[in-house]
């Protein structure tokens, strides 16, 4: 007689993670309202995004909040056709790396651009939105 595999019953893993915002929650309001802010070190004057709350550079926590422009141009980008699972609802997409003129680089997905008119150096715009979902976002878009 041989020995059978035990029955190995299973349940779904969900994982919630609660990201605390306080310290950045002008942030996510900027983005409800079509703006992106950011903060500076009032010390040493390094701009930071996202947001910190405290400054990596100089340790200061003496942070103010500034409305960034939208003008950027592209350093990076890639097209992703193999979606991780968590986006595979989505049709593929493209994502760049977009250095803003006040010197900060910013990942985010590109829309509104056909894959062959996207280059390196191409002029964009960083847009606030807010997704069908009620999530605020922020994206690239071609000038």
């Given at each position: 007689?041989?020995?059978?595999?035990p029955?190995?019953?299973?349940?779904k893993l969900?994982?919630?993670?609660?990201?605390?915002i306080s310290?950045?929650?002008?942030?996510?309001?900027?983005?409800?309202e079509?703006?992106?802010?950011?903060?500076k070190?009032?010390?040493?004057?390094t701009?930071?995004?996202?947001p910190?709350a405290?400054?990596s550079?100089c340790?200061?926590s003496d942070?103010?909040?500034i409305?960034?422009?939208?003008?950027?141009?592209i350093?990076?980008?890639t097209?992703?056709?193999?979606?991780?699972a968590?986006?595979?609802?989505?049709?593929?997409?493209t994502?760049?790396?977009?250095?803003?003129?006040?010197?900060v680089?910013?990942?985010a997905?590109?829309?509104?651009?056909?894959?062959s008119e996207?280059?390196?150096g191409?002029?964009?715009?960083?847009?606030?939105?807010?997704?069908?979902e009620?999530?605020?976002?922020?994206e690239?878009q071609?000038?």
């Amino acid at each position: 007689m041989g020995v059978g595999l035990p029955t190995i019953k299973s349940r779904k893993l969900v994982i919630v993670n609660h990201i605390p915002i306080s310290k950045t929650q002008k942030f996510w309001e900027g983005l409800k309202e079509g703006k992106i802010y950011t903060t500076k070190c009032k010390k040493c004057g390094t701009i930071f995004f996202p947001p910190a709350a405290d400054c990596s550079k100089c340790y200061s926590s003496d942070m103010e909040w500034i409305e960034l422009s939208n003008e950027a141009e592209i350093e990076a980008f890639t097209h992703v056709l193999v979606r991780p699972a968590a986006f595979q609802h989505h049709e593929p997409y493209t994502v760049a790396i977009g250095r803003l003129k006040e010197g900060v680089k910013v990942l985010a997905w590109l829309t509104g651009a056909k894959l062959s008119e996207i280059k390196v150096g191409m002029k964009v715009k960083l847009v606030a939105k807010v997704t069908p979902e009620g999530e605020p976002t922020y994206e690239f878009q071609p000038i």
